[in-house]
């Protein structure tokens, strides 16, 4: 299974700040039919189901604000929140899906 | 806008079975692939398996495969997890989730999920 390695496990970010975490896989995640990477990453506030942010591990979904985005490529992956909000306290999911099982990591926790 | 309504909480006995149903709400599945995704208490995401409705076909997570079947009555637009000889790390919370029609075909990943069955498995 390609193993899903996320860091920090947790982050403290003052509001308006930068706030960025890492995903590594340990294989690539490249797909060759398109040239792209299989990452997304997701959002899961306490309570919720988890939220699709981006795809491709640079797509935006649609409605997601653009003080997010994605990058990398291979194996090591970054998510970067631009200005923190408070609405952004949340945990934060990678997820491969070149290979099954499909395989989160184990999320990093964004705290104010 | 379509919403993955799921069944509510049970609590189960070890070596019973459960069945988990998710249903399209405002619209279909339309033809997308569903699949299940469970939560352990404060834990991270496991993916279980899923189906494509419109070929039957299922992938499952090989340590789960045998224990879990997935299905969809697409008389009724429900798709259904059932876990049979539960243990007690099988509590957790269980989310269906849409796979994104721009995902290809065998390579998923999900942008609709219900909001969560959570099966408890307690003697």
């Known amino acids: 299974d390609i193993v899903m390695t996320q860091s920090p496990d947790s982050l403290a970010v003052s509001l308006g700040a930068r706030a960025t975490f890492n995903c590594k896989s340990s294989?690539?995640?490249?797909?060759?039919?398109?040239?792209?990477?299989?990452l997304a990453w997701y959002q899961q506030k306490p309570g919720q189901p988890p939220r699709l942010l981006i795809s491709?591990?640079?797509t935006r979904e649609s409605g997601v604000p653009d003080r997010f985005s994605g990058s990398g490529s291979g194996t090591d992956f970054t998510l970067t929140i631009s200005s923190l909000e408070a609405e952004d306290v949340a945990v934060y999911y990678c997820?491969?899906?070149?290979?099954?099982?499909?395989?989160f990591g184990q999320g990093t926790k964004v705290e104010i | 806008q379509v919403q993955l309504v799921q069944s509510g909480a049970e609590v189960k006995k070890p070596g019973s079975s459960v069945k988990v149903s998710c249903k399209a709400s405002g619209g279909t599945f339309s033809n997308s692939a569903i699949s299940w995704v469970r939560q352990a208490p404060g834990q991270g995401l496991e993916w279980m398996g899923g189906?494509?409705?419109?070929?039957?076909?299922?992938k499952f997570a090989q340590n789960l495969h045998g224990r879990v079947t997935i299905s969809v009555d697409e008389s009724t637009g429900i798709a259904y997890m059932e876990m049979s000889s539960l243990r007690s790390d099988d509590t957790a919370v269980y989310y269906c989730?849409?796979?994104?029609?721009?995902?290809?075909?065998?390579?998923?990943?999900?942008?609709?999920w219900g909001r969560g069955s959570l099966v408890t498995v307690s003697s």
């Open positions: 491709w591990a640079s």
């Open positions: 989730a849409r796979v994104s029609s721009n995902s290809p075909l065998n390579h998923w990943y999900f942008d609709l």
């Open positions: 294989q690539s995640l490249l797909f060759s039919s398109n040239n792209e990477n299989c």
């Open positions: 997820q491969q899906y070149h290979t099954t099982p499909w395989t």
């Open positions: 189906i494509i409705p419109m070929f039957g076909t299922t």
